[in-house]
């Protein structure tokens, strides 16, 4: 069973390995991916996104530098660790809050947007731009 | 046998009675590439091909597959070719037209030609003269990926497809090669899905190469750049254009950009397009895709 | 040159049959219509000759020693014009193989790309083009040699020896329309190979065969040399056996002057010759004992030509662009 299917964003103008990357990161990120799951092979890859192999591969060897994965000769790439943060998850505290800003953000005249550009520009001054 | 190089030419030429289609050719595909070959229409990607598939002989300079002249019969032994057309025996079924690669490759592989032809969903006693494009296309590819090419040869294969048949087309290709490790050289006009499918490049303007190398590196090699300044120096110009104040160039940077122009990084449609509206732009060839000068004696 | 392979294909074959494989297996599978036409029709057309040959050897079995005029009719009625155009059709045989069988072989591949295909399989072109010029003249020459020893067998009784240098019969008999069979096959494959079109490739060998014929029909008194008889004049012992063909009269005065028989005007012709001081004679002429000698010349002739064209044919496709 296939754990995650990718979608190419061919007008997105990011070089598909790092959708890849990104994508892969995302999952891990909302648990929809975890510890011990095996990525799709480039070959399952390529049969439903028409990817060049030797991209995944590439993006899958950038996520084991960053001690994501982990190749296992003959049997694929397999998830070393969760980005699943407790602190993002569905009922935590830091979202309820945030939910809450958004809201009265919105009873404020915020069109979605607006919320975004500020979301963004705070999150750039803090860890620095990408 | 060199497993280095699916391909090296050196000093290629092809010239028919209307002149040169080819001309002092000097580039090397690294094998386990998918290596895309653009070029506006008579540049000579298919007498490039046509030369690689031994059906038509260089004129001049030398070609090789895997280390193996072409002028060799064995180099055809290691390699696949799809013509554009896709010709295959319109009377014989499917079944037949998989037998005829069984029976005249040792090396055939009957398991993946009909994966191939069943995830098409293609009945095996079907006549190929009866059968769509994209499943004409598929049973060929059968009959290429049955060979167990290590290097797999296709002109403009999507070029007669549907959008649908053409992504499956794409994602078959890609899927094999996955498995394989087959080379692939593809001539094509599709630029927007040629940057998903390879990772090199060779572009051909009136039959002499203008760019080769890998996507990875070719890329990085140049800044799109936009910005009222009229001094591009010291930088390789592609190709510029001004409208009104404002100027919009392709360029190779050396040496630092100065501030006044706004920078993107161009993407592979961007380059292609940039080098076939100018072909007298200087040619790039990465250090791989160069050929040594001391060159082998073909 | 093809070995017996077993396929890895799970369905084992529903018919046990020679089992050709390799480059004669998609040599077949190619012209299997055309071999297949030939064939039947080959098999066909030897089957009515052998039938009618025995209804030959009844009809001269039975046939009174004097004249008859219900044998003589049935005779002129059936027979003769059977044997006539049976060996007409014999006759330009070769010529429908050429145009049909050789020229489309080659030239539809090369029309409709398919050579490519082939060729950039693992086997050879010399051994692609080999193979399918030997099976097609194996098929020629299976199905001219039946119909020419079919046809040779109805008329051995009687028949056959009369006027056995007519062009309609020379070329129909022994091996000569295996010779002319298979040199238009190859000759229309190398055309067609050649012209890489299929149409324009039947036109060109249809030509090409009408030549055949003519040469083969034109020059076959050059395949041997004529015997000759003479003696004074006049004398009736002096002419030709019977049966003898390609007849020419001489005749000479004391002096060695040459006198034509049509400087003779008026009859008879011997008291004419007589007066023009004719003393001596000799007739030229094949004789039928020479007619195998003939025909085998011949067909070595036309099988060499045949030869030649298929060595090119191959040599060809080994270096040609396709």
């Known amino acids: 069973m296939n754990t995650i299917e990718f979608r190419i964003d061919r007008r997105s103008g990011v070089a598909t390995y790092l959708q890849i990357v990104d994508q892969v990161k995302q999952a891990l990120r909302l648990g929809v991916l975890i510890e011990g799951d095996r990525l799709p092979t480039a070959r399952e890859v390529a049969e439903t996104t028409a990817v060049n192999p030797n991209t995944t591969l590439k993006a899958y060897r950038e996520l084991e530098r960053e001690g994501l994965v982990e190749p296992r000769p003959g049997r694929g790439t397999f998830v070393l660790h969760s980005l699943a943060k407790p602190a993002g998850a569905d009922d935590s505290p830091l979202r309820a809050e945030l939910r809450d800003w958004i809201t009265r953000a919105h009873a404020a005249g915020l069109q979605r947007e607006d919320i975004t550009a500020v979301f963004t520009s705070l999150t750039d001054d803090h860890y620095g731009h990408h | ?298 | 040159m093809s070995t017996l392979v077993h396929t890895p294909s799970a369905r084992p074959p529903a018919r046990h049959r020679p089992h050709l494989s390799g480059m004669a297996w998609l040599t077949w599978r190619q012209h299997r219509a055309a071999y297949r036409v030939a064939i039947v029709a080959t098999l066909s057309a030897g089957a009515w000759m052998l039938y009618q040959g025995l209804r030959w050897r009844d009809f001269l079995r039975d046939a009174p020693p004097f004249y008859n005029e219900r044998y003589s009719h049935e005779y002129e009625s059936w027979y003769e014009p059977a044997q006539l155009y049976t060996g007409l059709a014999l006759y330009i045989l070769p010529l429908l193989l050429g145009v049909f069988l050789g020229a489309p072989l080659l030239a539809a591949d090369r029309d409709k790309g398919t050579a490519k295909l082939v060729v950039t399989q693992s086997v050879s072109r010399v051994r692609w083009m080999a193979t399918r010029l030997a099976v097609t003249a194996l098929v020629v020459v299976v199905c001219t040699g039946v119909l020419s020893a079919a046809f040779t067998w109805w008329w051995q009784p009687h028949g056959l020896e009369v006027e056995w240098y007519r062009p309609e019969r020379f070329a129909t008999t022994g091996p000569m329309p295996v010779a002319l069979a298979l040199a238009m096959t190859l000759l229309g494959a190398l055309i067609g190979f050649a012209i890489g079109r299929t149409l324009p490739a039947m036109a060109i060998t249809l030509g090409a065969g009408v030549a055949v014929l003519y040469v083969s029909t034109r020059f076959r008194g050059l395949l041997g040399v004529r015997r000759t008889i003479s003696g004074p004049f006049p004398d009736p012992a002096v002419r030709a056996p019977e049966h003898s063909a390609h007849i020419d009269h001489f005749f000479t005065t004391t002096s060695g002057r040459q006198v034509s028989p049509g400087q003779c005007s008026t009859n008879p012709l011997d008291s004419c010759l007589a007066d023009r001081g004719v003393v001596h004679s000799s007739v030229k002429y094949f004789d039928l004992a020479q007619r195998d000698i003939l025909q085998w010349t011949g067909a070595a002739f036309w099988t060499a030509v045949a030869l030649i064209a298929g060595a090119l044919t191959v040599w060809w496709a080994a270096r040609r662009s396709l």
């Open chain 2, 1 to 298: 046998m060199n497993d280095t190089w699916a391909i090296e030419a050196h000093g290629l030429g092809k010239r028919y009675r209307r002149g040169w289609a080819l001309r002092d050719c000097s580039f090397r595909i690294p094998a386990g590439r998918i290596c895309g070959l653009v070029g506006p229409n008579g540049a000579g990607k298919s007498t490039l091909l046509n030369l690689a598939a031994r059906l038509r002989r260089p004129t001049a300079g030398s070609l090789r597959l895997f280390g193996t002249s072409i002028s060799d019969p064995e180099a055809i032994l290691r390699m696949a070719f799809l013509p554009q057309d896709k010709p295959l025996f319109k009377r014989f079924t499917v079944e037949e037209t998989l037998r005829l690669g069984r029976e005249l490759n040792p090396g055939w592989d009957q398991t993946v030609a009909e994966r191939i032809v069943g995830a098409g969903n293609i009945p095996l006693h079907a006549r190929v003269g009866t059968l769509s494009g994209g499943q004409r296309t598929r049973v060929a590819f059968a009959l290429a990926f049955g060979k167990r090419p290590n290097l797999l040869v296709l002109d403009e294969p999507m070029a007669d497809l549907d959008p649908l048949a053409r992504h499956e087309t794409a994602a078959t290709l890609m899927a094999e090669t996955a498995d394989s490790g087959t080379t692939v050289v593809m001539s094509s006009h599709l630029l927007g899905e040629l940057a998903d499918m390879c990772d090199y490049l060779v572009l051909l303007c009136d039959g002499r190469i203008r760019l080769a190398g890998d996507v990875d590196e070719l890329l990085p090699a140049h800044r799109l750049i936009t910005g009222t300044g009229a001094h591009l120096e010291p930088h390789t110009v592609v190709e510029s254009r001004t409208t009104g104040r404002q100027t919009t160039a392709l360029i190779r940077p050396e040496g630092a950009i100065a501030p006044s122009w706004a920078v993107a990084e161009p993407c592979l449609e961007d380059v292609l397009l940039a080098y076939l509206r100018a072909p007298a732009a200087p040619v790039l060839m990465t250090d791989v895709a160069r050929v040594p000068e001391p060159a082998v004696a073909a």
